[in-house]
């Protein structure tokens, strides 16, 4: 392996139409290394990480790779550069063999018609397996792999190509303490073999016990670094955190009142040995936060009778829910406006009227015959209401913007009468104009006695438009935390766990 | 009139007038007679295909249940001594059984259809020759059921009874699948099942009813073919119909990735391809060539829809582009919040 290595980014910028993402941004980790980079859903790591790998060109701001000037790479100059990425989706190719996954795309192969030479890549693959005591084989199916396992397999990959530098985006999210344990001892190891290695993570004890540097990002820039000996978690929260919340929201005290929504004991399909427990009052708009991962999505779908729940009862308005049912819940009251506005919210090629009558049609037809007239009574109700700026409701919905589509998908919603209404990350990716009426409409609703369950991983949002505040990791509400006792800080020690 | 259908329309307005100016025994009537008698026969199970296909899906078995179907129906009036009403209600339900099979295959059991109708497909067609032996199903001397064969196969002031019931039933379908609740779950699920599973459609039971209206309608077919041929060869009898019913709905706008179509587009589809099989006859065209024939204007008019529609999205890309900007998304809420503070606060 090289040592020796060194990247450098300084003044790394990155602006989006109406939006700075990454703001005079410097990184630099050298061979041997291991940096931690740390910052809150959204502050740029991503983006940062992209620009790594030659996926995002920057628009401003130098690459300096071992002593070379570059302003900036492509996916090919980066990977012959030794950046190697360990994603946090894994996307193994299941349907082949260890070797074969490690080997994609340079696979060795003789004779005239360029047979695979699968010995000769299993002899390739297994010093690497070695080295990272890898529990399988260049044979094994990765189909039978773990989640840890494939991880590993990731980093297989990325030590094939002579990685000198290796980043790791969120590498521990969905493995055991053990696992974890394993994965970052491979780590140090990698460090040890004088490879550089950029650690994203959200586990700020994980960073504590590896990073040589902390890199903090914050809202697109740099929050600060810490060095040896300045590593704790306090000061890490404090860098990730770094300004005042002022209140920018209106909102109302809240008195309880009757529970809504009870999820007793609830364990989904991502976390089956969890127990989530919380209670939704009528007219209070309860945010549920946690990192990205924390099973937040899963139980909003099991609740709503998307997926199955596998352990405990979802009681609704007082009576206990048919679980895996949606027909039951939004008979019940329960609506979901769904993370995913384009695959589960809409039917993008459908006209605007026709999206927002979908789930109300039963109400807007007489004798199973749908009344065109009613329906474009709601469409227009719906415009108004929520200000959709389209030129004819009877367009496609996928000429509006992000922000006009989710409106569409409220108006779909609320056009039913709800008393509970799930959003799911209500405000992403649409601007500001269009998120401060969503937050209009929902403190609209809550005042008319409509329990709200508002999943976000936005902090400023969770904290300005919630009541209280739920949080979630690895599948358990690990807290809640009332308006008066809200504050980021709050939030983050109950969502790293 | 969607203008898929308009378009459609003309090109056998065009094709009409061509081979009539060419030949024009096209106008006489007994051709035309025996045109919309062949419209109806084929018409009735391309509807069938048509609600299954607007659901993403696909029946492959149309075929080999008309077949099945058949044989049942003539050896439960001709031997059984079943009243011929009753009989024609039990073909139906058996058809509507299978299909309910097939739906419930392809929903709880996660099926393809492509699969599942293939292998109904061969089985329903293995059935139908041990069921007669292989022998050739059909009615001995001294048989005669008069009003049956005045209903199915009779033709009223020069009218086949036939397309009658084509034109009804397609005037039903047409109602059910563009005007009812039920018919806009068919386009829903077929289109974006995930989306509609959100909007509180019952997916599965649209998907099972989408089958059972299928084989339904197929058993119809079955019995008006039945005594169109007055006997059936169970191993021929059937063969290749649902590719002619899915090629109708795929001429009549029908996406086989589901969601899309119209019941105007299948009616014209099967219109123009019973004028292409009249074609080849009438202008002294080899009959080997008929399927070539078929084949080649069907590829024809779906480039030429798929080159209208490439056209068309670009034009509104376009007009999209330049009326507004939308977000990338991979930019996060919570940048955008700050962003738009930022701004709100300079402006105050």
């Not at chain 1, 550089?196 to 670094?225: K, M, P, Q, W, Y």
């Not at chain 2, 009537?29 to 018409?43: M, Q, R, S």
């Not at chain 2, 492509?114 to 050739?136: M, N, P, S």
């Amino acid at each position: 392996m090289s040592s020796g290595f060194t990247i450098s980014l300084s003044g790394i910028s990155k602006a989006y139409p109406g939006v700075v993402a990454l703001d005079d941004v410097s990184l630099a980790i050298s061979g041997g290394e291991i940096v931690g980079l740390i910052g809150e859903n959204g502050a740029g790591k991503s983006t940062l990480m992209k620009v790594l790998g030659g996926s995002i060109a920057p628009d401003r701001g130098t690459i300096v790779i071992d002593g070379e000037s570059l302003s900036s790479l492509t996916p090919a100059e980066a990977m012959a550069r030794g950046i190697a990425f360990v994603h946090q989706e894994l996307n193994p190719f299941t349907n082949l063999d260890v070797a074969a996954n490690i080997l994609l795309g340079r696979e060795i192969a003789r004779g005239p018609f360029r047979a695979l030479d699968r010995r000769a890549m299993a002899r390739t693959v297994q010093p690497i397996l070695d080295m990272l005591a890898a529990p399988f084989g260049p044979d094994d199916a990765v189909a039978d792999l773990s989640l840890a396992e494939q991880q590993l397999l990731e980093i297989a990959r990325a030590l094939s190509i002579d990685a000198r530098l290796v980043i790791m985006d969120e590498p521990t999210s969905s493995l055991t303490l053990s696992e974890t344990n394993r994965l970052l001892g491979v780590v140090g190891e990698l460090k040890s073999r004088g490879v550089a290695v950029l650690f994203i993570s959200h586990r700020l004890n994980e960073i504590e016990a590896i990073a040589d540097r902390v890199t903090v990002l914050r809202d697109g820039r740099n929050a600060g670094e810490l060095l040896p000996g300045e590593i704790r978690r306090d000061r890490m929260i404090g860098m990730m955190i770094g300004r005042d919340l002022d209140r920018f929201y209106e909102k109302r005290a809240h008195g309880r009142q009757e529970p809504v929504l009870e999820i007793r004991g609830v364990a989904t399909r991502a976390f089956p040995e969890a127990r989530a427990n919380l209670t939704v009052y009528k007219g209070e708009i309860l945010g549920l936060a946690g990192l990205v991962g924390a099973g937040r999505t899963e139980l909003a779908r099991a609740a709503f009778g998307i997926d199955p729940i596998l352990h405990g009862e979802i009681i609704l308005g007082g009576a206990p829910l048919k679980p895996n049912s949606v027909v039951a819940a939004i008979k019940g009251g329960m609506c979901l406006v769904p993370e995913d506005r384009k695959g589960q919210g809409l039917h993008l090629d459908f006209s605007i009227s026709d999206n927002i009558a979908l789930p109300s049609l039963p109400r807007l037809s007489r004798a199973g015959t749908v009344v065109s007239s009613r329906e474009l009574e709601l469409a227009e109700a719906s415009r108004r209401r929520f200000g959709i700026r389209a030129t004819s409701m009877r367009n496609p919905a996928a000429e509006l913007s992000g922000g006009n589509q989710q409106k569409v998908v409220l108006a779909k919603w609320l056009a039913v009468e709800p008393r509970l209404l799930i959003v799911d990350e209500p405000t992403r990716g649409i601007d500001v104009g269009a998120k401060a009426e969503v937050y209009r409409v929902l403190q609209a609703l809550a005042d008319r006695g409509v329990g709200i369950l508002m999943i976000s991983s936005d902090m400023e949002e969770v904290i300005g438009v919630s009541n209280r505040v739920a949080v979630m990791c690895r599948g358990e509400i690990t807290g809640v935390l009332s308006s008066d006792k809200l504050t980021e800080l709050g939030i983050l020690n109950l969502a790293v766990g | 009139m969607h203008k898929k259908d308009l378009g459609l329309a003309v090109l056998i307005l065009v094709v009409g007038g061509v081979v009539a100016l060419i030949n024009p025994r096209f106008l006489s009537p007994i051709n035309l007679a025996n045109t919309a008698n062949l419209i109806g026969l084929f018409g009735l199970f391309s509807i069938a295909e048509a609600f299954v296909i607007v659901t993403a899906g696909i029946e492959l078995s149309v075929g080999s249940v008309i077949a099945l179907l058949g044989v049942i129906f003539i050896d439960l009036i001709v031997n059984q001594g079943v009243p011929w009403p009753l009989a024609f209600v039990i073909v139906l339900a058996v058809g509507g059984v299978l299909g309910a099979i097939h739906g419930l295959l392809v929903t709880k059991m996660r099926l393809q259809p492509f699969v599942v109708t293939l292998c109904g497909l061969l089985i329903y067609r293995g059935v139908a020759r041990f069921y007669t032996a292989d022998a050739t199903a059909g009615f001995s001397f001294g048989h005669s059921f008069p009003t049956l064969e005045w209903v199915v196969s009779g033709r009223s002031g020069g009218v086949p009874h036939s397309i009658i019931a084509f034109a009804v039933i397609a005037a039903i379908a047409w109602y059910v699948m563009h005007r009812t609740v039920f018919g806009r779950h068919l386009f829903a699920v077929g289109k974006n099942e995930e989306a509609a599973r959100f909007a509180g459609i019952n997916t599965t039971g649209t998907i099972v009813a989408a089958y059972v209206i299928c084989l339904v309608l197929t058993g119809i077919s079955a019995v008006f073919f039945g005594m169109y041929t007055r006997s059936i060869h169970p191993a021929s009898h059937g063969n290749f119909y649902e590719l002619y019913a899915i090629a109708a709905a795929v001429l009549g706008g029908f996406s086989l990735r589901g969601g899309e179509g119209s019941i105007v587009g299948v009616v014209l589809g099967v219109i123009l391809l019973q004028i292409l099989q009249n074609l080849v006859n009438l202008l002294g065209i080899p009959s080997s060539l008929n399927f070539a024939v078929m084949g080649s204007v069907i590829l024809i008019g779906v480039l030429a829809d798929n080159q209208f529609s490439h056209y068309r999205d670009r034009r509104r890309q376009a007009k999209m582009a330049s009326s507004l900007s939308e977000r990338p998304e991979s930019v996060s809420a919570m940048n955008l919040g700050l962003q738009g503070k930022r701004r709100a606060e300079s402006q105050t």
